[in-house]
């Protein structure tokens, strides 16, 4: 029955779901225009025409592959461009009311076929709703991990010091997943740079505890089996007095209050040394008035 409706005058039935979606009060012009619109709506409309050709009414099944392919790349693309799920959903969930208004047109003399189709309608689009919705909480939560690894990685930058001295400054609280960007991050700019020489500053680091001391002697190792060695700087009188109590052993890593003195014993190991720069000296400019008196006299 729903393929009746569908396959009735579908050229009119495309062009009354696209208008109803133009001119919901939740369309979103600044982020998909009327062009793509058209596009998406034509394409699924075509899909599920065949689809309903079929007979089969799993939506799960090899016959609604083609939908669910339409619908996974329209709820992905969606979700990259900030729209709700309510408002992705509302794709599907808008070709309600112009399929109803069909089939009140074509059952308008048999209430039992225009309850059935109205049944039907129901039946079929909330499915492909609700399996919208499911493919956009994936789609949201692919971006959110993405945004995470890329915050990860822009919050532990590796600069270059000196020709091979590298300096690596950590802000906020040092975990597992955190501690595997920054050695895969630190081995990766030994390797390119060929540095020696690696300042790891916990400056910006609010706490740390036996987890974090250890992710931070990982590090540390990882940097000399890649030949560089590591200075721990930002070494706080509170971060000191808790390395203390949780009885954690640094080792031969040598440690520095600031990245100032960690940079001076880079510098010394490397056999580099900052010298002041002294002003030459200039005789003050002679004074012609007093010249003048000298030759009187």
């Known amino acids: 029955m729903l393929t009746e409706i569908v396959a009735h005058d579908e050229a009119a039935l495309l062009q009354r779901w696209i208008d109803n ?87 308008a003399n048999d209430p039992a076929r225009l309850a059935e189709a109205t049944w039907e309608i129901s039946q079929v689009l909330d499915k492909l709703g609700l399996y919208t919705a499911e493919v956009f909480q994936r789609g949201r939560e692919a971006v959110i991990v993405r945004q995470q690894q890329e915050m990860l990685e822009l919050s532990t930058p590796v600069v270059t010091l000196w020709d091979g001295i590298l300096a690596l400054p950590l802000i906020g609280t040092l975990d597992s997943a955190r501690t ?39 590090t540390v190792a990882a940097a000399r089996l890649m030949g560089a060695d590591c200075i721990i700087s930002g070494i706080r009188p509170q971060i000191a007095q808790t390395i203390v109590h949780l009885g954690v052993e640094l080792g031969s890593v040598v440690t520095k209050a600031t990245l100032a003195d960690a940079f001076s014993v880079a510098l010394h190991r490397a056999g580099l040394a900052v010298v002041q720069k002294q002003a030459a000296r200039r005789k003050p400019p002679a004074d012609p008035d007093r010249e003048s008196e000298g030759n009187e006299a």
């Open 21 to 107: 979606q133009f001119n919901a009060s939740g369309f979103r012009p600044d982020r998909i225009g009327r062009a793509e619109l058209q596009e998406n709506s034509t394409q699924f409309l075509s899909s599920f025409r065949r689809a309903l050709n079929s007979g089969a009414t799993d939506i799960q099944g090899a016959d609604w592959a083609g939908v669910r392919h339409i619908l996974d790349g329209l709820s992905s693309a969606r979700a990259e461009q900030g729209f709700s799920p309510t408002e992705t959903a509302t794709f599907i969930f808008s070709l309600k009311q112009p399929l109803f208004e069909r089939a009140r047109a074509l059952y």
């Open 180 to 218: 595997q960007v920054v050695m895969e991050s630190l081995l990766q700019r030994i390797v390119d740079s060929g540095a020696a020489i690696a300042i790891i500053d916990i400056t910006g680091v609010p706490t740390v505890d036996t987890l974090t001391a250890q992710h931070l002697l990982k």
